[in-house]
């Protein structure tokens, strides 16, 4: 256990529908990152958020969006889903807004659009 | 922008010494990291280079040559276990001051019996 929850593990959808993603940092960490991972791609990333605000914006689809709640954790919205948004999607935490000593992944949650 | 080329695959033998490569390019270069993905599960940070050299940890080893864009990944004494995907990472400037990692396609590591 990394010590970073994403929930649901497994999701299944049909086109056209809205699904929420969502994570819970390591105990501590202050930054969120989010990745999508396509079949035999790299890890894209998304959307940084440090502290409750937005950090840092990557590859993006404006049918995307997240947030940072005050807790800390945060939460990936994915809408009007298309069949190509299928992959895999993780969530990696850090303790500040910046690391060299790289990011703690979770397990990532699996995403099927049908 | 920032790109980086690895090998789709690699193989060996158990007991083994194996080598992956990673050349990048990239405008801003700020460390090269390394992660491993077993099957669907979730990538593990391995190592980190921001200077030229080498990083040892255990019977993995990261070299990194700024000036040649180029680094590699040494893994030693090769067990079964070590079959997965192994990632190179770009620390580059992305929008608002934060330091990115921009992952490569990844390489598919087989080690045989």
């Known amino acids: 256990d990394s010590g970073v929850t994403q929930t649901p593990k497994h999701l299944i959808t049909a086109t056209g529908q809205r699904v929420t993603l969502r994570c819970s940092p390591r105990?501590?960490?202050?930054?969120v990152y989010w990745y999508q991972q396509s079949l035999d791609q790299g890890l894209q990333f998304l959307i940084q958020?440090?502290?409750?605000?937005?950090?840092a914006k990557g590859n993006i689809l404006e049918r995307f969006s997240a947030q940072q709640f005050p807790d800390l954790h945060s939460e990936l919205n994915l809408s009007s889903l298309e069949l190509g948004d299928s992959a895999l999607y993780f969530c990696?935490?850090?303790?500040?807004?910046?690391?060299?000593?790289?990011?703690?992944f979770g397990s990532g949650t699996r995403l099927t659009v049908v | 922008g920032q790109s980086l080329e690895q090998p789709s695959e690699v193989t060996a033998v158990e007991g083994a010494i194996v080598q992956i490569n990673c050349t990048y390019q990239?405008?801003?270069?700020?460390?090269l990291s390394w992660y491993q993905q077993h099957d669907g599960g979730a990538p593990t940070f391995l190592s980190y280079?921001?200077?030229?050299g080498l990083e040892e940890t255990g019977r993995f080893s990261s070299f990194l040559s700024r000036s040649d864009s180029y680094g590699y990944l040494l893994l030693q004494e090769l067990q079964m276990k070590d079959s997965a995907s192994y990632f190179c990472?770009?620390?580059?400037?992305?929008?608002?001051?934060?330091?990115?990692?921009?992952f490569g396609r990844g390489t598919s590591l087989i080690v045989h019996p």
């Open positions: 280079n921001a200077l030229d």
């Open positions: 990472a770009v620390r580059g400037e992305v929008s608002g001051g934060s330091y990115i990692p921009t």
């Open positions: 958020y440090y502290n409750g605000e937005e950090r």
């Open positions: 990696a935490s850090s303790p500040a807004g910046d690391t060299n000593y790289g990011y703690t």
């Open positions: 990239t405008s801003g270069f700020y460390g």
């Open positions: 105990s501590g960490d202050l930054s």
